[in-house]
Structures are given as structure tokens and as C-alpha cells.
């Protein structure tokens, strides 16, 4: 809202393009917070939010500035273009703004490489979280068993490729966990042996998961060690599981009547995949920096500490 000469408000509304804020006729200025700030998630990336939006007005400000906005917080694409840059090392102390903004209501957490301090601030507020992403983190087992008390509420979790989280934070999770329906736990391609053996094979994992996550109806695990003793137990012990993703899980051979049980499931991805289903090749989770320019780019729109306030 602006004020015009003769001290009338003069009424606007907003639309971003190119991560640019444009003022056009209107009357935002009579919204509530609530109503703006459900604008706002839906047309403004998260790290515009806080840099553009925020500077707008001082109703607009203090709207960002609430936990209308961040409900769901959404900051795997920003943290990615942190670690390209070189700036990770922002990446938990970000969460933990935009974590205190949302007044522990967030129900949504999705990063990217967070560290130990930022999971930790988070779950101990994240009783409400019922989503939580955070492939190739660095939190550790201890961290998980610490912590994961405040995270009774937790339906979907993506530990995808954190390697510092073994059986021991997933036995964590599964017995804190009990809503859980969706576990992600798919492992990077290079941690497999180049020459397969019986000794190579480790179903401890998926053994823990068919012991405390009983619940589950989805479940990601391609490029891990399991075997078919794993796939047998997945199978009798989560009676709800209805999508089993499995590729590149070589040492599975699916004897017996496995293969006929799997294909009972709505949804099953064999460890043998097809040409055409390559996930990693071209994958959109991975930044390919298609449309920067150049570094200077990237950083450009990676926000410093200083930009949340």
C-alpha cells in the first residue's frame, strides 16, 4: 500500500516475475495476513519471500515475518544452490529462521544437506511436522536418537543418501515414528560393489524397518544391499505396504513366490531397471544449472544470513 499526495492510500496488488516484485492496481491492502500469506506460498519461491516480498510494505513485512507462510517450508531448491555456490554452511542457520518464524506450526520441512544444529532446532519444534525431506544430510545416529521424540506426528521421511544415519537412527525412527507411511531411503549408486558377492550383501536395514515401521504403505529403497530375505520380510510383516521401489538392488533375485507377491502390490519397482527408467540420469532432483548464466547468477539469488531477519 502507498500513500499518495493528499494522504489517500492508494490501493495495490503484486505479481513476481523473474523473481521481481511488479505493482499493479488493486486492493491487497485490505487482506488479513492469512489470506495474504496464502497468496504468497503459492506464487513466490520461499528465498524471494523473504528478500522482495518482505521489503514491499510494512504489513507485507510483518506477514512473511508470521507463520502463515511457513506452514510448509520448502527450501531443498535454495539449499541446493548453496551447496553449487559454496555457501552450505548457510544453509542451517536459514532453517532455523525460517523455522522460528512458523511458531512451531510448520507441518512441512523439506532441505538439502542440513547439518545436525539445524535437525535438531527443527524436530524439537516439529511436533506438528508431518513431512520431513532431507536427502544427503549430515545428521548423524546420535542426533536422530536424541531428537526424534518431538517427531510423533511424522507421516513421510526421506533420509536418502545420509550416510552418517545407519540402523541405528532408523530403528530410532521407527519406534518414535508410528504414523509413518513413506519411507525414502534410497542409496547413492557408487556405494554398491563393483563385484557381487554373498558377503556384500546387508539386510539389517530393511529388517529394522519391517520391525518398527509396521505401517508403512510406501517404500523407496533402490541401490541398497538387501537380498531376498529382506524383500520377504518388507512383505510379511507391513501388511499395508502398497508401492515397493527396489532398483538396483541386485542382489535380490525374487526365488520362490516373491516375485508373485510383489506383483500383487500397486506399485513395484524391480531391482533389474529398464533402459528408458534410468532415475538418475537427467533426474530433476539434481541441479543441472539449466538457465544460470553463471556462478554469479547463483549467487545472486542464494540469500546471505543477513537477508532473514
Given at each position: 500500500?502507498?500513500?499518495?499526495?493528499?494522504?489517500?492510500?492508494?490501493?495495490?496488488?503484486?505479481?513476481?516475475?523473474?523473481?521481481?516484485?511488479?505493482?499493479?492496481?488493486?486492493?491487497?491492502?485490505?487482506?488479513?495476513?492469512?489470506?495474504?500469506?496464502?497468496?504468497?506460498?503459492?506464487?513466490?519461491?520461499?528465498?524471494?519471500?523473504?528478500?522482495?516480498?518482505?521489503?514491499?510494505?510494512?504489513?507485507?513485512?510483518?506477514?512473511?515475518?508470521?507463520?502463515?507462510?511457513w506452514v510448509e517450508i520448502d527450501l531443498e531448491g535454495w539449499c541446493r544452490k548453496c551447496c553449487?555456490?559454496?555457501?552450505?554452511?548457510?544453509?542451517?542457520?536459514?532453517?532455523?529462521?525460517?523455522?522460528?518464524?512458523?511458531?512451531?506450526?510448520?507441518?512441512?520441512?523439506?532441505?538439502?544437506?542440513?547439518?545436525?544444529?539445524?535437525?535438531?532446532?527443527?524436530?524439537?519444534?516439529?511436533?506438528?511436522?508431518?513431512?520431513?525431506?532431507?536427502?544427503?544430510?549430515?545428521?548423524?545416529?546420535?542426533?536422530?536418537?536424541?531428537?526424534?521424540?518431538?517427531?510423533?506426528?511424522?507421516?513421510?521421511?526421506?533420509?536418502?543418501?545420509?550416510?552418517?544415519?545407519?540402523?541405528?537412527?532408523?530403528?530410532?525412527?521407527?519406534?518414535?515414528?508410528?504414523?509413518?507411511?513413506?519411507?525414502?531411503?534410497?542409496?547413492?549408486?557408487?556405494?554398491?560393489?563393483?563385484?557381487?558377492?554373498?558377503?556384500?550383501?546387508?539386510?539389517?536395514e530393511v529388517l529394522i524397518i519391517a520391525e518398527t515401521m509396521r505401517g508403512l504403505q510406501r517404500?523407496?529403497f533402490a541401490f541398497n544391499r538387501l537380498s531376498d530375505t529382506g524383500v520377504d520380510a518388507i512383505?510379511?510383516?507391513?501388511?499395508?505396504?502398497?508401492?515397493?521401489?527396489?532398483?538396483?538392488?541386485?542382489?535380490?533375485?525374487?526365488?520362490?513366490?516373491?516375485?508373485?507377491?510383489?506383483?500383487?502390490?500397486?506399485?513395484?519397482?524391480?531391482?533389474?531397471?529398464?533402459?528408458?527408467?534410468?532415475?538418475?540420469?537427467?533426474?530433476?532432483?539434481?541441479?543441472?544449472?539449466?538457465?544460470?548464466?553463471?556462478?554469479?547468477?547463483?549467487?545472486?539469488?542464494?540469500?546471505?544470513?543477513?537477508?532473514?531477519?
Amino acid at each position: 500500500m502507498e500513500s499518495t499526495d493528499d494522504g489517500e492510500s492508494k490501493r495495490v496488488c503484486v505479481k513476481v516475475e523473474n523473481n521481481a516484485v511488479c505493482m499493479a492496481g488493486g486492493r491487497w491492502d485490505e487482506l488479513n495476513p492469512e489470506i495474504l500469506a496464502s497468496i504468497f506460498v503459492r506464487i513466490v519461491p520461499p528465498e524471494v519471500m523473504v528478500r522482495t516480498v518482505a521489503l514491499v510494505c510494512r504489513n507485507w513485512m510483518e506477514t512473511v515475518s508470521g507463520p502463515y507462510c511457513w506452514v510448509e517450508i520448502d527450501l531443498e531448491g535454495w539449499c541446493r544452490k548453496c551447496c553449487v555456490a559454496n555457501r552450505s554452511h548457510l544453509i542451517d542457520p536459514i532453517v532455523r529462521k525460517i523455522v522460528c518464524r512458523s511458531r512451531s506450526t510448520f507441518r512441512k520441512l523439506s532441505t538439502f544437506r542440513l547439518g545436525s544444529v539445524g535437525f535438531s532446532f527443527a524436530a524439537n519444534r516439529g511436533r506438528c511436522l508431518k513431512i520431513l525431506q532431507i536427502p544427503m544430510s549430515e545428521v548423524t545416529d546420535e542426533v536422530v536418537e536424541k531428537h526424534v521424540g518431538f517427531l510423533v506426528n511424522l507421516t513421510f521421511l526421506d533420509i536418502s543418501y545420509c550416510l552418517k544415519i545407519t540402523e541405528k537412527g532408523l530403528k530410532a525412527f521407527g519406534k518414535q515414528c508410528k504414523s509413518l507411511t513413506h519411507l525414502r531411503r534410497n542409496m547413492p549408486l557408487w556405494e554398491l560393489p563393483t563385484n557381487l558377492e554373498a558377503s556384500d550383501v546387508d539386510n539389517q536395514e530393511v529388517l529394522i524397518i519391517a520391525e518398527t515401521m509396521r505401517g508403512l504403505q510406501r517404500l523407496e529403497f533402490a541401490f541398497n544391499r538387501l537380498s531376498d530375505t529382506g524383500v520377504d520380510a518388507i512383505l510379511t510383516h507391513c501388511k499395508a505396504l502398497t508401492h515397493l521401489e527396489i532398483q538396483g538392488c541386485w542382489h535380490v533375485e525374487l526365488k520362490g513366490d516373491l516375485e508373485e507377491r510383489c506383483g500383487k502390490l500397486v506399485d513395484f519397482q524391480n531391482p533389474w531397471m529398464n533402459e528408458h527408467e534410468d532415475s538418475f540420469a537427467g533426474s530433476s532432483d539434481i541441479d543441472s544449472g539449466e538457465g544460470e548464466s553463471d556462478e554469479e547468477s547463483i549467487y545472486s539469488e542464494s540469500p546471505s544470513s543477513s537477508d532473514i531477519d
